[in-house]
């Protein structure tokens, strides 16, 4: 008998190989990242989150850009072959799609850092304060 998983049958592994591999090309996660920072990134981390939250806690070295004000000409201080990842505040938010998707639509070259702040404190790492202590 079929369970709910299995009713529908898994992807031949050709497919599944392309969808997963595609899969990377739209996103990263947080330990890439993290890792990538302490290196040296060569992309430009943006925190499309509302100014508020970003004051609350942010990653190290990201950008405050809401998503609703990604536009050519704040987009125009960047090379145009600049990768961006973008971040907001996890699983439960979409708002990392939708600065990708404004990215997108102006010809950048973007990917999504899955789990957002959730993931990135999930992972143990930690976030800095604009507020006064």
């Known amino acids: 008998m079929a369970t709910s998983v299995t009713a529908i049958p898994p992807a031949p592994s050709a497919l599944a190989r392309e969808h997963f591999a595609a899969e990377f090309t739209f996103e990263t996660d947080c330990w890439d990242t993290h890792d990538a920072l302490e290196k040296g990134a060569d992309f430009v981390l943006l925190d499309v989150r509302g100014p508020a939250l970003f004051a609350k806690g942010h ?11 990604i536009v050519r000409s704040k987009m125009a201080e960047w090379p145009e072959d600049t990768i961006f990842v973008t971040y907001c505040a996890g699983p439960h938010c979409n708002g990392a799609a ?22 990135w404190l999930d992972e143990g790492f930690t976030l800095v304060s604009d507020e006064a202590a």
């Open 98 to 119: 939708r600065g990708a998707l404004r990215l997108a639509e102006l010809g950048r070259p973007v990917k999504i850092m899955a789990g957002g702040v959730t993931g």
């Open 59 to 69: 990653i190290a070295g990201a950008i405050n850009l809401p998503h609703g004000k």
